[in-house]
């Protein structure tokens, strides 16, 4: 007989194997980034075919395979649909979903926090359904950013000067700089000799703020931010998390291209 195994796991995303059949890949509470085969979805009343859908959490139980575990039954825990009716929390979400391919592996010698990524991937698609404004959106994709750095070892250092050693100031009227060949920050001093560009402490202290808290603890910060401000820290962490692996995130270019040719 076949060896079974429950997990709960979130769908990043799918492609198909054959005519009736699709590949799942999805982040396990337990396995961290597995892939699996759903049998039949593509036949029209198939119900796992509407529980192997994007961003929809699942409580599964699996077939193990000798290469490719087989989803036996799946049991929706979070459908997160209010992701999948609007386009800035559709593009986020797969944003979400890139980083975590990217990143996440299900190999324990790497000492992953499987459920500690887990929560945080549900609790940012918690946060990017219920959104009202794209700019909740933005500000949940940014902690998530942060977040998913730190546990996986490659968060930055928002409070030192990576030459110097030296904690920066955190006078809010001053800058300070930062290295994209580097990845770290210095202060006004050590950045004066290096190729970096000015970041304002209020920014900079801002995002250490982040780093700090709780995925869903609120911060000084959360009422005074603004749009501007969420756009411009979202965007510096996607160009540092680009520059940390040769696999850039593809989701905004596609989706920019598709809009400028429909
Ligand atoms: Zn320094």
């Known amino acids: 007989m076949k060896k079974s195994f429950m997990t709960e796991a979130i769908n990043l995303k799918n492609y198909p194997l054959n005519d009736n059949d699709s590949i799942v890949v ?37 077939f193990e395979g000798k290469n490719l575990d087989t989803i036996a039954q799946a049991q929706s825990v979070n459908t997160f649909s209010k992701i999948r009716n609007d386009l800035d929390k559709l593009s986020y979400s797969m944003y979400v979903a890139e980083l975590v391919n990217n990143f996440c592996s299900n190999d324990y010698n790497k000492d992953e926090n499987y459920p500690e990524i887990y929560d945080l991937i549900y609790a940012t698609y918690e946060k990017i359904a219920m959104a009202n404004t794209k700019e909740e959106v933005i500000f949940a994709t940014l902690k998530f950013q942060i977040k998913l750095m730190n546990f996986l070892g490659w968060g930055l250092d928002f409070e030192y000067c990576s030459k110097c050693q030296k904690n920066m100031e955190s006078d809010l009227t001053q800058s300070c700089f930062y290295s994209y060949s580097l990845g770290s920050f210095l202060c006004l001093e050590c950045g004066d000799n290096v190729n970096g560009i000015r970041i304002h402490n209020k920014i900079r202290l801002f995002l250490a703020e982040l780093s700090k808290v709780d995925y869903k603890e609120k911060t000084k910060y959360d009422e005074l931010v603004n749009f501007a401000v969420l756009e411009k820290c979202f965007l510096f962490m996607k160009k540092y998390i680009d520059n940390l692996s040769n696999k850039k995130t593809k989701i905004f270019e596609v989706l920019d291209k598709t809009l400028i040719e429909a």
Do not use: D, E, H
């Open 26 to 62: 999805m982040f396990s509470k337990t396995k961290g980034l597995m892939r699996a085969v759903a049998k039949g979805v593509k036949r029209p009343k198939s119900k796992l075919g509407a529980r192997v859908q994007m961003f929809i959490a699942n409580q599964l139980m699996l």
